[in-house]
């Protein structure tokens, strides 16, 4: 799908200051609906915002896939001088919104973020914005903004320097390990059958449960450092999970809590293997998850992996070498809406 412009005013009304405590359209603020057709939940029903957005004043819609598409956009949306944006996609759209506002910086103060679950994978929108689904982030969204009532928190971005010389990626959770072989077979066998999320998440981890406990783990050595050197803290092995993320909560909404380290990365591992596997299910059943046998759950500054083979940020997926560490950081923020509803 090509970038468009926006389906509203072709030539917005110009700005001008709100008269005081009024709700009137003129002093709602301006917001900018970026959607990717391609997301997996927006290619039944392209559209299902349209209705909805039509006669929303100083709303604008923008229509975008891929990174240099996405980049457009979000430079558009701070031409129309945007104070929210709403993101219509999953994990991956979230993940080049996210990279476009911090790498190219077109707003001197980036705008409101609205996170829209309309992916196969919506880890971020469940984290940090909370609505159910897509329809009623945005009803709880409109409520919101006319009711001049919108609740922001500030959350921590996961910036991955590849150690490539090219511009970091962005995003809020880097898995390696076996997992990365759970999302590769939940993309070939189990997302086709076109299950629910929490069911297709619950037979993914059941399978990778499955394979630690009874084959042989072909999962890469790791080093993991944390700090700006060994003497700050680190570990190497194989792993049957390990993950960098700025998420407080993550599919079948486990929590890290960790205990120990300071910053804004939560980093959590487990070992290979039957003893470490089997002391973590209690933690998956009460979906807290402190460390434990071969177990490491704290937080942390920088996070430097080493290693030879794939790993996935926010479901999308990339090769890592050992000769060029990969270099995790959260030092830059955004702010984002609760689209939970009263």
């Not at 009304?13 to 009024?22: I, K, V, Y």
């Not at 923008?62 to 990174?67: E, K, Q």
């Not at 209690?282 to 460390?291: C, E």
């Amino acid at each position: 799908m090509g970038f468009f412009p926006p389906m509203t005013d072709a030539h917005p009304l110009p700005q001008r200051a709100p008269p005081p405590h009024t709700n009137t359209p003129a002093d709602l603020p301006v917001l900018v609906f970026i959607t990717n057709g391609s997301s997996t939940q927006n290619k039944a029903a392209r559209d299902w915002y349209a209705a909805v957005l039509a006669n929303e004043p100083h709303a604008h819609v923008l229509h975008a896939h891929g990174p240099v598409e996405m980049s457009a956009a979000v430079k558009q949306a701070a031409a129309l001088k945007a104070e929210i944006i709403a993101i219509n996609g999953g994990d991956g759209t979230v993940d080049m919104v996210f990279s476009a506002l911090l790498n190219d910086k077109p707003f001197q103060q980036p705008p409101l973020i609205a996170l829209l679950p309309a992916g196969k994978t919506n880890m971020t929108a469940a984290a940090w914005c909370g609505a159910p689904d897509k329809h009623a982030a945005l009803r709880n969204l409109l409520a919101a903004r006319r009711a001049r009532t919108l609740s922001a928190t500030p959350h921590p971005i996961l910036t991955l320097d590849q150690g490539s010389g090219a511009a970091p990626l962005r995003g809020a959770f880097l898995g390696a390990a076996d997992v990365v072989d759970g999302i590769l077979f939940c993309r070939k066998h189990i997302y086709p059958l076109k299950l629910p999320n929490t069911i297709s998440h619950s037979m993914a981890v059941l399978v990778l449960l499955w394979r630690s406990l009874f084959t042989r783990s072909d999962a890469a050595v790791i080093d993991a450092t944390w700090g700006e050197d060994r003497k700050h803290g680190a570990e190497n092995g194989k792993f049957f999970f390990l993950g960098v993320m700025t998420l407080n909560k993550l599919i079948l909404d486990l929590e890290p809590q960790p205990a120990s380290g300071t910053g804004g990365l939560f980093y959590l591992s487990l070992k290979s293997g039957l003893g470490a596997i089997l002391s973590a299910i209690p933690r998956l059943v009460t979906k807290r998850v402190r460390p434990g046998t071969k177990r490491n759950v704290r937080r942390a500054e920088k996070i430097t992996l080493a290693f030879d083979g794939a790993y996935t940020l926010d479901g999308e997926l990339y090769d890592a070498k050992k000769a060029t560490p990969l270099v995790i950081t959260a030092d830059e923020t955004l702010r984002f809406i609760d689209l939970r509803g009263v």
